[in-house]
C-alpha cells in the first residue's frame, strides 16, 4: 500500500526532528561553553612581560565561552584592590609571598580568590658582575657598607654604589628599602628607582662595556639569560633575613642554605572571590593551570629580542599552547566538568 506524497506532513516532521535536536544540543554547548555571556576583565602590572602568562588564561577562559575583554593595566596594590571589588576579573601574576600585604589590604580571604600555583619557584635578590666579584671576593650584600666595595659600583662619581633597583608599586622596592636600612647600607648604597626595563638596559650596557654592576632581578625573567648567573653574574648573600610588614619574622633562607634575602616565590591566579564562587569553571581553571619558569623566561627573552608586539606574544602562546595541547585539553576538561 503506497502513502500519497504530502508536503505539510514532511514539513512538521522535519522541524519536529530539527527542535529536538536543537534541545539534545543545547545542553552540550552550554556545557562546553560554561561562561557563554560571562565579562572577564583581565588586570595585570606594567611589566610587559607578565602578559604572556595572562594571555594564556585569556586564551584558555574564551575556550570555555567566556567574553574576555583587553587587558587593563594597573599596578599591583591598584590591582589587588579592584579585584576585590569587582572592578576587575583576575590578575595572572600574584606574587607571593611577596603580595602577601597588597592581598590582606584589598579584603584577604573574604574577597579575593586564590588556589594553586600557576607557576612555582621564582627567585628574586641581589647579583654583581662574576669579575669584581672574583676579583675583590664580594659574596654578601652587606660588604658593601665598606665604601672602599661600595665605590666598585658607583656609576655617577658620588663615591656610592649605584644599584639598579625595583619599580615603585611592585613590591620589592619595599624590600629593598627596609634592607638598605637593615643592613647598614644607606650611607654607601643608592637604590635607583624608574623604569626598570630602561634602567636594567643601562645596567646591560655598563656590564658590556667592562664596568662593574650591581643589579636587584627575579625569575622567571629574561635579564637571567642575557646575563647568566655562574658565568657572567653571581648572587649576593644578605647578612640575615630581614623583610618588612607581615614577614618581619620570616626567614628568607633557601632549602640549599642560600639567602638571598627574599623567600622564593610562586605566581598565583588571583580573581575575585563572588564571581570565582559564580563560575566554578574559570575558579577550577585558576587552580590548575601551571606553566613553568622556564618556559616563561624563554618567552621573555623573544620580546628582549624584539618580538614584543601584542601579535607576537599571542603567537608565542599559541606555540605554547600547541606544546602542551595534552595538558591543556586536560586543564579545560576539568573546568568544564566543574561547572556541571
Known sequence: MTHPFDPKTLRGTVAAIGLSTA???????????????????????????????????MKALEELGYDVQDIKELEYATAY????????TFLADGWFPLHTDFFAEAGGEEKLYREGVYSPGALQGYLIDKKTADEHGITNLGQLSDPEIAALFDNNGDGKADLTGCTPGWGCEAVIEHQLDAFDLRDTVTHNQGSYSAIIADTITRYEQGESVLYYTWTPY???????PGEDVVWLQVPFSSL????????????DGSNYGFQANDQRIVANKEW???????????????????????????MRDGEDSQEDIARHADAWIAGHQDAWNGWLEEARAAAE
Open 244 to 255: 618588612p610588614g607581615a614577614r618581619a619574622d620570616v626567614d628568607t633562607a633557601l632549602p
Open 81 to 88: 584592590v579592584a579585584i576585590g571589588n569587582g572592578d576587575g
Open 276 to 302: 570565582a564562587e559564580a563560575n566554578p569553571a574559570a575558579a577550577k581553571l585558576f587552580a590548575i593551570m601551571e606553566v613553568s619558569a622556564n618556559d616563561i623566561s624563554a618567552q621573555n627573552l623573544k
Open 222 to 228: 629574561w635579564v637571567s639569560g642575557v646575563l647568566v
Open 23 to 57: 534541545l539534545l544540543a543545547g545542553p552540550a554547548i552550554a556545557a562546553d561553553m560554561p561562561g557563554e555571556g560571562v565579562e572577564v576583565i583581565p588586570l595585570k602590572s606594567s611589566i610587559a612581560e607578565e602578559t604572556f602568562q595572562t594571555v594564556l588564561v
